[in-house]
């Protein structure tokens, strides 16, 4: 029989602006509340109250913890600060909601692993686009070898810039800053492909990265705009780029190159080019080189917060497991493929993946 009581969860930090979407996610599940926030930011807290009449305010996330003991904590606070943060509260039995990255470097991020091992807790990273839907149809296609085996991908990930999105001042003052965030474009925004192509093709062995700062409102010593090459451990190749101040949409997310067709996956379809005489059921005929066939899928953009949200319920309430991607082990992964990244970039050569 599933526990009645309600669970009580606590949000530390206030400063990324997914908070807002996080706290509506998680209040619209039954048998959840949002009770309690952590944030020395007076006018974050005055929105949090506003948003959640009643919530228990305090500046502090150690002090909000041990005063409301709350079953949970959502952690949307500067990339730095996660260790700590996430390390208290699994040192009390307090499971943890984390907004991506794990940690502002690896040796951060690794912390945060260690004490998860060392406690048995649970911890989500959450990297949001693991919940949209095309990311699991995307990866049962390349799983059941619909263009054989996969030689090369890409994958792409670029907005109109801070201030273009209406990113928060709060939110950009970390996000621009190094020390705090770990990085530019990247670290920001590289995760997401990388937690999607390691779940596809395995962890990383190498990486070669590039960076260039354009806009002359982001700092010299971070990145707007990136370029990586990647070696799985498979022997797969991909290629991944960021963007802070890309001029209109993206619409390629991903490609995948195989020995028998190319996969390209857009915004709004899915694109098919093959050796093989038939597509895969449903999807309809396109024009396609001599000798080939094409074939396409309309799909609708999806958004993910509401499954986010669910699945980290589902699994502290129920003891469900979480997705791969979502656990400390791939988030450190990842965490250090960045790190190797940054450290090519400073040294102008490939750099091998910590283990």
């Known amino acids: ?101 794990l940690a502002a470097t690896g040796e951060q991020a690794a912390v945060i692993a260690g004490a998860v091992a060392r406690t048995g807790g649970l911890l989500m990273c959450a990297f949001h686009t693991a919940f949209d839907p095309l990311v699991d149809e995307v990866g049962q296609l390349v799983r059941d070898g619909l263009i054989g085996t996969v030689q090369f991908a890409r994958g792409l990930a670029g907005h109109a810039g801070l201030k273009a999105t209406g990113v928060s001042d709060d939110f950009a003052e970390w996000l621009t800053d190094r020390s705090r965030g770990g990085g530019g474009s990247f670290v920001d925004q590289a995760g997401y492909l990388l937690t999607t192509l390691v779940s596809y093709l395995g962890p990383v062995a190498r990486i070669s990265g590039f960076a260039a700062t354009v806009d002359p409102d982001v700092p010299r010593d971070i990145e707007d705009n990136t370029a990586a090459i990647v070696q799985h451990a498979g022997g797969a190749l991909a290629a991944i780029d960021t963007r802070w101040g890309q001029v209109g949409p993206a619409p390629l997310k991903y490609s995948f190159h195989g020995t028998t067709g190319t996969l390209s996956v857009y915004a709004d379809r899915y694109e098919l080019v093959t050796t093989a005489e038939h597509g895969p059921a449903g999807w309809e005929p396109v024009p396609a080189p001599p000798g080939l066939t094409g074939w396409r899928a309309v799909v609708t953009p999806r958004t993910s917060y509401d499954a986010e949200a669910a699945h980290f319920v589902a699994a502290l309430r129920d003891g469900a497991p979480l997705r791969a991607a979502l656990t400390p082990a791939s988030a450190l992964h990842v965490q250090r493929v960045i790190d190797a990244y940054y450290e090519s970039v400073t040294t102008g050569r490939a750099v091998t993946v910590t283990a």
Do not use: F
């Open 1 to 101: 029989m599933a526990d009645p009581r309600p669970i009580r969860i606590g949000v530390v930090g206030l400063t990324s602006d997914h908070v807002w979407s996080l706290i509506g996610a998680l209040r619209a599940l039954p048998a959840v509340e949002v009770v309690a926030v952590a944030e020395p930011k007076e006018a974050l807290r005055r929105r949090a109250t506003d948003l959640v009449p009643g919530l228990a305010e305090h500046q502090e996330p150690v002090s909000m913890m041990d005063a409301e003991r709350p079953d949970a904590i959502l952690v949307c606070a500067e990339n730095a600060a996660k260790p700590a943060i996430a390390v208290a509260a699994l040192e009390r039995g307090i499971a943890v909601y984390q907004d991506k990255p």
